[in-house]
Antibody, heavy 120, light 112 residues
Framework: QLQLQESGPGLMKPSQTLSLTCTVSGGSISSAGYYWSWIRQHPGKGLEWIGYIYFSGNTHYNPSLKSRVTMSVDTSKNQFSLKVKSVTAADTAVYYC????????????WGQGTLVSVSS | QSALTQPASVSGSPGQSVTISCTGTSGPFGSYILVSWYQQHPGKAPTLILYDDSQRPSGVSNRFSGSKSGSTASLTISGLQAEDEADYYCCSYVASITFPVVFGGGTKLTVL
């Protein structure tokens, strides 16, 4: 059973770069066929897919966020990461790291989520 | 961007069945390849309950079933239980140049 755990700052100021890391346990991040994604949820709102990274480093981002998002993977630490630059209040959300083994659009293992608030 | 439209809320009494729809607004559902469904209880992370339109992951109750017809996918929950009260989201990816993943807006299920 995969377990995922997000880590990162809970409070940020506008224009800063958000950095989150997801630590995967109970399995290898290098497992073939697994896609590692970030999904966020604005307070009281629905889910928004940010993008995914494969263990090889291949990425695919939501076109609406692509200009500000970078994902990376560290197979030696069994971690993958998200950076979002130039954050604004609109980036305030719960950020989930997620694993999927049935395609990049199926999310079967979720972290507990971490709230990131952007405020001056 | 293309969207998946769900009803904001549905309700049902214990033991009844309810169906939640998910309609692809960019055109026929042929633009959306396969649909997955997620359940989210308040303050918790979502969990996968159906994928590939109608497949249940191991451990998910067979009270949850899925189907798709034309531009609409559906999640049916039979034998409603109090624990089914939650938000439900459909999800798919769009067969376009960028192949983004999109979620429906979510449906709040109330068990009366």
């Amino acid at each position: 059973q995969l377990q995922l755990q997000e880590s990162g700052p809970g409070l940020m100021k506008p224009s800063q770069t958000l950095s989150l890391t997801c630590t995967v346990s109970g399995g290898s991040i290098s497992s073939a066929g697994y896609y590692w994604s970030w999904i966020r949820q604005h307070p009281g709102k629905g889910l928004e897919w940010i993008g995914y990274i494969y263990f090889s480093g291949n990425t695919h981002y939501n076109p609406s966020l692509k200009s500000r998002v970078t994902m990376s993977v560290d197979t030696s630490k069994n971690q993958f990461s998200l950076k979002v630059k130039s954050v604004t209040a609109a980036d305030t959300a719960v950020y989930y790291c997620v694993g999927g083994s049935s395609g990049y659009d199926v999310f079967d293992s979720w972290g507990q989520g971490t709230l990131v608030s952007v405020s001056s | 961007q293309s969207a998946l439209t769900q009803p904001a809320s549905v309700s049902g009494s214990p033991g009844q069945s309810v169906t939640i729809s998910c309609t692809g607004t960019s055109g026929p559902f042929g633009s959306y390849i396969l649909v997955s469904w997620y359940q989210q209880h308040p303050g918790k992370a979502p969990t996968l309950i159906l994928y590939d339109d109608s497949q249940r992951p191991s451990g998910v109750s067979n009270r949850f079933s899925g189907s798709k017809s034309g531009s609409t996918a559906s999640l049916t929950i039979s034998g409603l239980q109090a624990e089914d009260e939650a938000d439900y989201y459909c999800c798919s990816y769009v067969a376009s140049i960028t192949f983004p993943v999109v979620f429906g807006g979510g449906t709040k299920l109330t068990v009366l």
